[in-house]
């Protein structure tokens, strides 16, 4: 059984920074493919990043060039730097893990969400 577990949310002012790391168990984290998705308040959830198993990402038009995912495969720890966050970043964020390699289709397992808050 995979289990993600994300930290790092919280509240912040439009302009700043956060970084938002997963913590991944239970499966060889480095095989596959990893991704950040977010849902806001009535919204549908989103991709907001993902990351191959070979190291090749992609992201959402809405978040290029603010934000970065990345992977520590020895500590088996995927993250989301977030810079220059907007009012309209606002959201939970969830981590969540393919069962393929490259990033197609969707994720099967997921985290339990963090809460992102940015402020006017």
């Known amino acids: 059984q995979v289990q993600l577990v994300e930290s790092g949310g919280g509240l912040v002012q439009a302009g700043g920074s956060l970084r938002l790391s997963c913590a991944a168990s239970?499966?060889?984290?480095?095989?596959?493919?990893m991704g950040w998705f977010r849902q806001a308040p009535g919204k549908e959830r989103e991709s907001v990043a993902g990351?191959?198993?070979?190291?090749?990402?992609a992201y959402a038009d809405s978040v290029k060039g603010r934000f970065t995912i990345s992977r520590d495969n020895a500590k088996n720890t995927l993250y989301l730097q977030m810079n220059s966050l907007k009012p309209e970043d606002t959201a939970v964020y969830y981590c969540?893990?393919?069962?393929?390699?490259?990033?197609?289709?969707?994720?099967?397992?997921w985290g339990q969400g963090t809460q992102v808050t940015v402020s006017s």
């Open positions: 239970g499966r060889t984290f480095s095989r596959y493919a």
């Open positions: 969540a893990a393919y069962v393929t390699v490259i990033l197609t289709g969707t994720p099967r397992y």
């Open positions: 990351i191959s198993g070979g190291g090749t990402t």
